[in-house]
């Protein structure tokens, strides 16, 4: 089967539900597909009290690790900065570069996101194009576009001749989870 992978692209604003939306797909598919075979890892807030410090990267199967902090140490001023936080580009590397590593019995991927940090790593974006040259399935989430202009990485992977891109608010994310999980399971029952 030759052509581009099929891509879901969810993108949206900041804190609209991106992450949950995938990892709700990703259940509701498991349960209709128990054998599923899925690869990548998505980005969950670091909380301390109420305040968010950060960003961790979390594989599918559970293992955890910083992608960015606000909490600063000798070795973190060194590192690339997106607001106040500071990228752990290497952390994030041994995580999820891994995760990305094509293989013959994926059925599905899931990248989340897609963003300026994770995209200050220069094998990532490489590794993203990989999988999806590979034909299998991706799920993954965007940015929104910031005061209209788009990261290098995020519009290639917009412009992606297999993409479908998904724009979430608080009032589609039920519709959007719907819509995104009946085309995947179409497609990954084809597969």
Known sequence: MAGPGKCFLVTGPPGVGKTTLITRVLETLKISNPNLKVQGFYTSEVREASERVGFQVVTLDGRKGPLASSISSPESLRWPSVGKYRVDIASFE??????????????????????KMELFSSSFFPAVLRVLESNIPVLASIPIPKFGRDIPGVARLRNHPGATIFTLNTGNRDFVKEQIYSQLRDLLQKH
């Open 94 to 115: 041994a995580l999820a570069l891994p995760e990305l590593q094509v293989k013959e019995d994926t059925d599905l991927f899931i990248i989340d996101e897609v963003g």
